[in-house]
């Protein structure tokens, strides 16, 4: 398939590890595809679902010891412990390679070996990136075809050139106390072994798109984010782009795949999706910042979306999905999970294939159930969303979920201040989390777990690129939806009427709209934000538009003491934001 030197070689030392049996080429044709899904369906490795309503759809359930993303087994290795960081897990490469390749070697044995060459982005996008995974699994393949662009042309855009990412995946007994996801950012490669769970083999995923893009990113000057990316029409069929961040918990793929509020469909707006998990970002011809999506699918979780969270998300998976860890419904060959609906299956395997007993309370589904969907099945799908040069960035948002300290909404004052907003990003723990509820937990740009190199480092990247953009920067937000009154109830409503929010955004980015300052930064008036056909009064819009100094000044001091840990690789503009926060608040 390829006459490139570098590709061929590795692929070689690789095949010498693992001693595979057998050894096939991925060329992402539907022929091969389709004959990799009948070995699976007769491995067992998957079930076909009711073709009827579910056509193209199969089932899979991983090991019970291997149903999430591993933090803590999962690290960078770079040359030098301090580039990794303090967030990061790390290990020094050669011990890494050694030990992996000890565990790796012989692995295949019995086995096919197959050889994926995938595009992160559209193939040939000057955004793009390029990989190539090796994998001894079939489920690994046929995600891999739905989150990636897999395809033999990904060679010819390649030619000779060495600028692509290595992965290696081995499952071998999936042995929690050997699994291993580790990324060498200075090598451009991945290895993962001992599991089969898509968030740690699906190597194009948080690995690529996030660990080590993120790194390529500060080397080549672009940025590799956390974030969904979404386009606002309005009535008059102009398209604003915005690319936003938030911790897990907080809404993000309801918002990418969001449905205008009644009153707005009516006037002829329309959102379009174009990414609900990674932006990939850079400065274009024109100065401006352009983002693609390097997926071709979601990876979304499956409780909780329902035809009233989400229904484009819902509407997505109706085809051509592969489902892992939800629930069987033995009576129609479906899938379940819960929030689906109120109607659980009474004859049904739950995600580990057992026989479920309704009298149990266990859930059927696995909490990180997961569906992985073709991007193309969705709706709001953007027309750009297979544009080479990708949209051009109007806003930037971040967002977390604060009880009762972040406002509705404010805009921070300037690029310096907006990397300040990103860098002290905060959720509180719900229910859901393990541990106590309310506990205030930082996550920087939503990128802590997927940071490849020194947060401090990353803090001054977001600084560097704000320079080179000067006045054709993005404009910097925050949200939050989670404000809560004294009985705990939220107060804005949320989903669809978010669009209230970003539409304010927008009119800010166009100096439609004035604001008022505060300590914080720029808060809207609250005549600005449009409550028609919204069962909520101006002073109840204006208790979530306060700033509570009290609660600031106490929140300042928490940034202070997590800006410790970066030492003296954290900027000083970071330091000099802090301390004017103090001043505003004073």
Request: negative net charge; aromatic residues 10%; glycine residues 8%.
């Amino acid at each position: 398939m390829t006459t490139n030197q570098t590709v061929l070689q590795w692929i070689n030392q690789m095949k010498e590890l693992v001693t595979p049996d057998n050894v096939v080429w991925i060329d992402g044709s539907e022929e091969q595809l389709e004959s990799l899904r009948k070995q699976a369906v007769a491995s067992g490795e998957l079930k076909p679902l009711n073709q009827e309503k579910l056509p193209g759809c199969y089932l899979h359930n991983t090991a019970v010891n291997d149903v999430a993303r591993v933090e803590h087994r999962t690290f960078i290795c770079t040359r030098k412990q301090d580039d990794a960081g303090p967030t990061n897990n790390w290990m020094d490469p050669e011990e890494a390679y050694k030990m992996l390749y000890d565990i790796a070697r012989g692995s295949y044995k019995g086995r096919t070996m197959y050889i994926i060459p995938y595009s992160m982005g559209p193939i040939g996008s000057p955004l793009a990136k390029i990989g190539i995974e090796v994998t001894d699994s079939i489920y690994v393949v046929l995600n891999m075809a739905i989150m990636t662009r897999v395809s033999s042309k990904v060679f010819d855009v390649l030619g000779d050139s060495n600028d692509w990412v290595r992965g290696l995946h081995c499952r071998c007994d999936i042995n929690e106390e050997k699994r291993y996801i580790c990324h060498f950012p200075e090598d451009n490669t991945i290895i993962s072994v001992n599991s089969g769970y898509g968030g740690n083999v699906l190597l194009g995923k948080k690995c690529f798109a996030l660990r080590i893009a993120s790194y390529q990113g500060k080397q080549e000057k672009w940025m590799a984010e956390h974030m969904l990316i979404l386009g606002i029409e309005n009535p008059q069929g102009e398209v604003k782009y915005i690319a936003a961040a938030f911790p897990s918990a907080c809404g993000k793929t309801n918002l990418a795949m969001l449905i205008p509020p009644e009153h707005y469909l009516k006037q002829g707006y329309k959102v379009w999706c174009v990414g609900d998990d990674i932006a990939w970002m850079r400065q274009g011809p024109d100065g401006r910042l352009w983002a693609i999506n390097p997926e071709n699918g979601f990876f979304g979780v499956a409780p909780g979306t329902n035809e009233k969270s989400n229904p484009n998300a819902l509407a997505t998976t109706r085809k051509n999905t592969i489902f892992t860890n939800v629930a069987l419904n033995l009576d129609d060959n479906t899938v379940w999970w819960e929030g689906l609906d109120k109607n659980p299956p009474k004859n049904a395997l739950n995600w580990k294939g057992e026989k479920y007993d309704p009298a149990s309370g266990e859930k059927l589904a696995h909490p990180n159930s997961r569906f992985t969907a073709p991007a193309k099945n969705c709706p709001c799908i953007s027309p750009e969303f297979e544009s080479p040069q990708g949209v051009p960035i109007s806003a930037i948002v971040f967002g977390g979920r604060r009880a009762k300290l972040a406002p509705l909404v404010y805009q921070s004052k300037d690029w310096e201040n907006g990397v300040f907003v990103g860098s002290i990003m905060a959720s509180e723990t719900t229910a859901a989390a393990t541990g106590a509820v309310g506990v205030v937990r930082r996550d920087p740009m939503a990128m802590l777990p997927f940071c490849g190199y020194h947060m401090g480092d990353y803090f001054a990247h977001w600084l560097e690129m704000g320079k080179m953009l000067g006045d054709k920067a993005p404009k910097i937000f925050h949200v939050n939806w989670f404000r809560q009154d004294e009985n705990g109830n939220f107060i804005w409503p949320g989903f669809g009427e978010n669009m209230r929010v970003l539409n304010w955004i927008i009119d800010r980015c166009e100096g439609k709209v004035d604001a008022v300052e505060t300590p914080i930064g720029y808060l809207p008036k609250p005549e600005d934000i449009d409550l028609t056909g919204l069962d909520m009064s101006v002073d109840t819009l204006k208790t979530i538009l306060e700033v509570d100094k009290d609660a600031w000044r106490e929140e300042a001091e928490g940034i202070k003491e997590f800006y410790t840990k970066f030492g003296d690789r954290l900027p000083a503009v970071l330091k000099n934001q802090l301390d004017n926060l103090i001043k505003n608040l004073a």
